[in-house]
Structure formats: C-alpha cells, structure tokens
C-alpha cells in the first residue's frame, strides 16, 4: 500500500510540473500572444479585445493560479470559434480516441503475440530472421506514410473498405467497427514490431529456464509449453512497453485521426492550431499530457499487480 | 538482427546505406546547378503524369530567356505539375537539415548533461534526471505541435524545437554509458595519477562516451526525419512553397487513387533514407559491441 | 530393496550416445553408456559435475537439449519399447506419466508464476484425462502424502512462498502424480540444507517401497548411494568407469576414482580439522578428449598404457562387478 500512496504522490507532482510548464509555454514565450491568437489580419481593437478576454492585462503568477483554480473546477475556458465549453469540447471527443487506442493495441498484439512466439521458439530460423528484417524495415515506414499505404491497399485497390467516414458506435457497432479497421491498421502495423521483439526477446530467456524443462518431461506437448507455461513468465516487459506505447499512441492519434477524418482529440488538437484557437490548444495540450502521465504510473502500478513474486513479497509472509 | 552471428562485420547493407546517404546528401548540395526545372514551377499541361514522361516545353532553373528543350519527368510531375525530381531533391535539403541538425543539439547538450550527471552523481544527477523525466512526460508530438502554433513554423524553430525533445534519449544514453565507465581502472588508474576531475572527464570518459551516443544518434536522425515528414505532412511544418518531403506526400493524397506516384514516389525516397540511417547505426553499434561484455 | 532378477528389465540401456552441441563443435557428452534395471531396484549414479549424468538421464527421457544428436545405434528400451525410435507424440504420453523425472534445483525447476497446486494437477489432467475439480483434489492428496502439512493451503500458494525442502516435495509429488514406473531423481538433494537431505531421501525410499517403482538416484555424492540403492555406477567425462551392486561396490572399490571420491567424503569419526581429501586436477576438455584412459592425468596409478589406450569396461568377477581400469585396485 505504501508503494501506491507514493506513486500517486509522484504522480500529481508530475501533473502539477507538467500544467505549470504548459502554461508557461505559452506566457513566457517571445511574441505577443494577442498577435499569435488574433493571426496577421487582426485589427488594434481586435488585439486588444484579446488581450483582455485572455487576461494578459494582469500579472503571471496572478494569471497562474487563476487559471490553476478554473483549471481544477473544470474550467479550462471557451473555445474562440465554438464558445462551447472546453473541457466538455474535449470529453465528448475522448471516447473516439480511445476506441481508436483500444483496436489498434489489440490489433498489433494479434500481430506480435504469434510471431513473438514463434520467433523465440524457433530462434535464428529462415522464418524468424525474416519477420525480424521484416520488422526492421517496418520501423522505417513513418505513420502516415503506412496509413497511406493502407487506404490505397484495402480502400482503393481492393475495395474492401472505407478510407473515410466515421459512424457513432450509438448509430451502428458494425460501420463504427468498419471505421476504425484502417486507422487501427496504420497504427498497429508499425506497433506490433515493438511489441513482437520483447516478447520475443524474454521468451528466449524463459525458454531457458528449468522450469520449461520441467514442464516438458510432465509430457506436456509444445503448444502447451509455449502458452501455459512459458508467455505468463515472458510477459512482463511486453505489458510495460504496452503501456509506454499507449501513451505514445496519443501523439501518433493525431497523425491518424486527421487523414481518416476520425472526431477524436488529436484530431481536435490539429483543427485548433488550424484555426487558432487558443484556449483549445492549450486545454488539449494540458489534458492529453495529464493522460498520457496517468497511464505511465498505471502502468507501473499494474506491473507491480501481475508479478505474483512481488505481490505477496509486499503483502503477507509465506 | 542482434541475434545473427555474422552481424559483427560491416557488410553489404552498411555499404548500400552508405551510398545512398552520400547520394542524397550529394544531390541536396549540388541541387542548384542541375538541369532540371525549379520546383515550384507549374506545367499545366502535366498535371500528375507518370514517371517517364516526356515533355517539349520545360523551362530549366539554370537557363534565362525562352529556350525550350524535351525533359523527361522521371519521377513524375505532381497534381500542380511541378516535377517531383527537383522538389524531391530541394526537399531533402529540409529533411537533412532537420535530421542532422536537430539531433546535433540534443547531443550536444543532451550528451554533455548526461555525462555530468553520469560523472558527478549526488544532487547534480538527481536534479539532471528529474528535468529529464519531465520533459519525457509531455508526448512529443503534443509538444511539438504546441510550439509551432505558439513560435511559428520556420526551419530554425523546427530545429529547435526536435532538438530540445532529444534531449533526454541523449542524456539518458550518455549518463548510462559514463556510469558504466566509471567504474572501470582506466579511470581509477587516471585518478591515482592525480588527474583532476575535469582532465579525466576530458580525456577518458568524454571519448569513449562520444562513440556510443553518436552511433545512437544516427538512429535519433532517422527519426527526425520522419517527424519532420509527419509535421509537413499535416501542414505544421515549414511552410509551401518549400518544398519537403512530408509536404508532396500530403498534396499527393488527393490523387491517390488514379497518380499513386505522387505520394508514394516521395514516401519511398523518404524510407531509404530512414532506413539507410538505420542500418547504419545498427550495423555500427553491433560492430563495435562484438567481444565487449554485454550486460 | 529386492532382487529379481528373473523378470524383465524396465529400463534397458545399450551404447547410449549423446553428442551435444558446444560452440566449439559436437561434444560426446553421454559416451557408449549401457544399463539394465529391473522393477522396484534402485540404481544409483555417481560422479562430478559435467561428468554427463543428467545429460544421461535426459537422453533417457528424449528431452535433449535442440540439435543434439543421438546416433541410431544407441537404444534405450522401456518396458520392451524403443524411447529413441518412438514418435515424439507418442513418447509425450509417456514420460511425465510412467517414467517421471525429478530436478536439482526446486527453485528453479518449478513455475514461478503458477500455483503448486495447479503444476500437479496439470500432469493428472493431462495424462488421466480427469476434471480439473478431481485433479485438484488429487493433488492436495498427494502433497499429503509427501508430507507437506496444511496441504489444502499449501496447494494455492506460489513456489517462493515454500521453503526449499517443501519445494522438493512438491516436485516429488509432481513426479508421482500418475504413479510411474520409473522415476529419475537427479540430484534432488544437493540444492536443499543438509538437514533437510535425508528427510527427502527417506521419503523417496519409503515411497518408492510402496509404490513398487524403480528409480535411478543420481548424485555426485558416493555417501548418498549408500544403503540406498542396490545398484551403482559411477560415470567420469560420460563414460562408466565402474558399476556393481552396491554392496560390493563399497566392500571392493576396484577403480581408483571410485577410491578418490571414497576419500573425499568427509567422516564424522575424522579427527577435528582433519585436512579434506580432494582429487587433483581437472576433468578433460570434453572436446578435446586424451587418447587413453581419461582419468589418467589425475591417476595415481597411471602407467603409460593409461595415457596411450582407452580402457573399457568389463567383467571382473561374476557377480557383475564391472570396471573400465588397466590397473584397477587390489581386491580385499
């Protein structure tokens, strides 16, 4: 229990480092924020109706805890555009991205789990150092670049699906499903090579083990072997770089939702900056941040949780 | 490709990697005094062709006046007929820029950093790896994209701005290489010669520290220019008429469909390069790690 | 401890090879190796480490580690069936369930991540096809009968959460889940206290009486053989270079390594700080073997026949006492 008391600790003075530097960001940085806000074609009396409805009249640590306190009470401000509150703005598109982080991380652990396996248990083989180069070169392909590739494979060679258009999972789970297929695609066709060299990689040392000895003179056939006995072991550092790769997800969200016209945050974020909408900007900034620091100590607390070795050591004696 | 025993030499792959960068490198230099149209000139009469076609009425970059002469478009032309050779080529000149000098920053400073914090320990480090764990907290495309819309998108933002993200992997990867080092007698055997503090950094941890975090670097420039395509690509980089990389991959997604070449003749560029920097460092740091003890 | 030596052997061994793969090249681990052992007897296998006998006992079980190579004139019977030449689908069906082996170190040897329980009723619903409820109940029955106190408790807890000589039981009661007729028992004692040794051993013996098994006992310490097996062999650099019923082993230890690790055994009836005896050198690079006799250059008796012609390993007297030794030690 003390470890997690401490880890939250740790945790929210992230959060707190992390929002003050996003607000500094913007406030300490050269140029006047009123000018970037209002863009070239924006008149003296426009600036200034800016500068007042940003507060920039006003003194900054005065301005840092203003926006701290409405910060915590929900408040982030309103959107320039919309006028729609910003942090609703932001909730009502989270759900989008999530769904998006969920199929794609399923999707390349589909693809990495088999050849993970099969890459440990047949080590140095003509297929393993295949699908190893394989990986290599996939590494190389940027997001968006594999996301092209995707449409102009499955959306415009073979027809099978859709490039574009999303479809509310309320409206119908089988096109909602049918929409996020390319996008969760793009992302987990570069993912899945991360994930398939370390699972690979502690298999190999697992399979060392006596205990998968053990396990083979109980008679048990390799299938067996490979699944019961030896992935729980391996599977460690796979759910840990999960984890980091979730919250990269969020930045490559972005790339991903904007060419597949997804309503999701990232795709927000880049709209904002297109339209230069300030408070937007930063509200996404500040929360995608926050996320992506909560699903880092998640993560850290789970691996605690699987590890049964470090669980019980923590809890009661033997 | 750590398992392959015969990794340890520097074969065929390196080699290729090589030619490839130096032909890139070479064209990005020499770009002016081709004879090839300029890049953002249009031809209407070409929009989006395919690779291979010939044209009468080319203007070359080099030549005034009205002289003609037939030009093949080996790669093609774009959706505003702008032949992609010569944007190919003047767009690396962006790409290698952001992809050799943003990384030079986060080494530098990065590299220096770590090797203080690896060095002196106490205080100095923990201070060092706490701003280094904030700054990996903010997801980098977040944080890259909040810089442009708050600086401005130029070539020296952008610079600046993928530098400063690559400055804890550099720190990270020098802190761990000086720790290592440190503990072993060359170092001990220079302190019993009454060498300062400052004169062993210099000369024994600095040097071997340099070779390891500059092969990683070669792997952080590949990067780089993916993201700096990633940014062109969403329009948040530098600026058109310039062109990039990133930037003909976006214009070309319109024609998809009927004129693939547009997007997939620069994505291809874009992927030997990665991939050539790559296969560099990778055939680099296995050549130099054979024999030396792996933890 | 009976003798039957009329029925049929369970365990038939002739000119075992193994080579093994090094990264210097193929090494003849297991090397011209023949055993016979018949139901409910004990054979006891003794020597140092690397000298190839828990390689032996893997050869036996067919679980070698990859691109190993068993040359097709090596035969290994059980119960009349060839282990060698079976199908690996069918030799699945045996091993963990007639023949079961037991490893050195429990620690190591059993699933970190996996209840006790759960790694014995495993084997009971793999091989006996039972539902897991029944195989569960089966297995805190067993880790009764090993004796393992508490064992309804002990069954849902984690292998780290024993101490080491449960952690033997435990894996003892793996191995008898589906009451073999051979049980393989290497080392099963050198990674626990001594304190806990002969606990362990008794219960191997006592459970061996009653379940009729026969089992082979390999250890490195002569000591351990000792009123506990009916038979011994003792294996230098993969070959056996003396093997007789047990009593006559002790009685007239013929070969002058078998009088080596005699000595080494420290005694109780020793005089206090007395010096402990070892055997000089070191075994031979297994890749690199010497022409002769391959203990020879640790050999107090060596003559220059040692070094030059391999001995091999034959009858000295009619109760079946063999030996591989040009010089083989006066008899009593």
Known sequence: MQILVQKTVRCALVILAVSALTFLMINLLPGDTAYIVGGEEATPADIEAIRKSLGLDQNIVVRYLTWLKNAASGDLGESYLTHEPVLSTIIARLPVTLELLIISQCMALILALPFGIVGAYRSNSMVDRLVNGIGFATLSIPSFVMALLTIYLFSIKLRWLPATGYVSLSANIGANLKSFVLPGLSIAMIEWVVLMRVLRSDMITTLGQDYILMAKAKGLPPWRVLLQHALRPSSFTLITVLGIQIGRHLGEAVIVETIFALPGIGRLLIDSIYARDYHMVQGCVLLITIGYVIINSVVDLLYTALDPRIRTEGGHAG | MQDKDTGNRLGFTFWISIVWIVLVVFSALTASWWTIPEPDKMDWDNLSVRPGTVTDNAIFQNKTGKETSPYTYWLGTDTMGRDQVSRIVYGSRISLSVGLLAPMIGLLIGGLLGCLAGFYRGPLESTIVAAMDIILAFPGLVLLLAVTFYLGASLKNLIFSLGFLTIPVFCRVARAKTLALSGLEFVQAARLTGAGNMAIMLREIIPNVIVSVAIYGLLVVAFMIMAEGALSFLGLGIPSPTPSWGGMIAEGKEVLDESPHVSMIPAAIMFMTVISFNLIGDSLRSYFERGKHQI | ?332
């Open chain 3, 1 to 332: 401890m009976m003798i039957c030596s009329d029925t049929q052997p369970i365990l038939e061994v002739n000119d075992l090879r193994a080579l093994l793969p090094t990264r210097r090249g193929m090494v003849n681990a297991v090397d011209n190796i023949s055993l016979r052992l018949h139901p409910g007897r004990t054979l006891g296998i003794v020597g140092e480490s690397g000298c190839g006998k828990s390689m032996l006992a893997r050869a036996i079980m067919g679980l070698l580690p990859a691109r190993s190579i068993v040359p097709s004139e090596s035969i290994v019977n059980f119960k009349g069936h060839s282990l060698i030449s079976m199908k690996k689908a069918r030799l699945r069906k045996i091993i963990g369930r007639e023949i079961a082996m037991i490893f050195q170190d429990p620690m190591t040897s059993l699933n970190p991540v996996m209840k006790v329980g759960q790694q014995i009723a495993e084997v009971i619903c793999f091989h006996l096809k039972v539902s897991r409820k029944n195989a569960h109940k089966r297995a805190v029955e067993l880790l009764d009968l090993v004796g393992i106190p508490m064992a309804e408790q002990r069954a849902n807890q984690y292998p780290h959460q024993l101490s080491g000589g449960l952690r033997q039981r435990v894996a003892i009661a793996i191995a008898l889940a589906c009451e073999p007729k051979l049980l393989i028992a290497d080392e099963p004692t050198t990674a626990l206290d001594v304190t806990v040794q002969a606990a362990i051993l008794d219960l191997l013996a006592a459970l061996q009486e009653e379940k009729q098994m026969a089992m082979i006992l390999i250890t490195h310490d002569l000591g351990v053989v000792a009123g506990r097996t009916d038979e011994t062999a003792v294996m230098y650099a993969g070959k056996i270079v003396e093997q007789a019923d047990t009593k006559e082993l002790f009685h007239q230890m013929r070969m002058p390594y078998t009088h080596a690790l005699m000595m080494a055994i420290p005694r109780l009836a020793n005089r206090p700080h007395t010096k402990l005896q070892t055997i000089n050198g070191q075994p031979p690079d297994m890749v690199d073997l010497p022409p002769g006799c391959r203990f020879a250059s640790r050999c107090w008796k060596a003559q220059p026949l040692c070094i030059e012609n391999e001995p091999s390993l034959k009858r000295i007297n009619g109760q079946g006492h063999k030996i591989a030794c040009w010089y083989p030690l006066e008899s009593i």
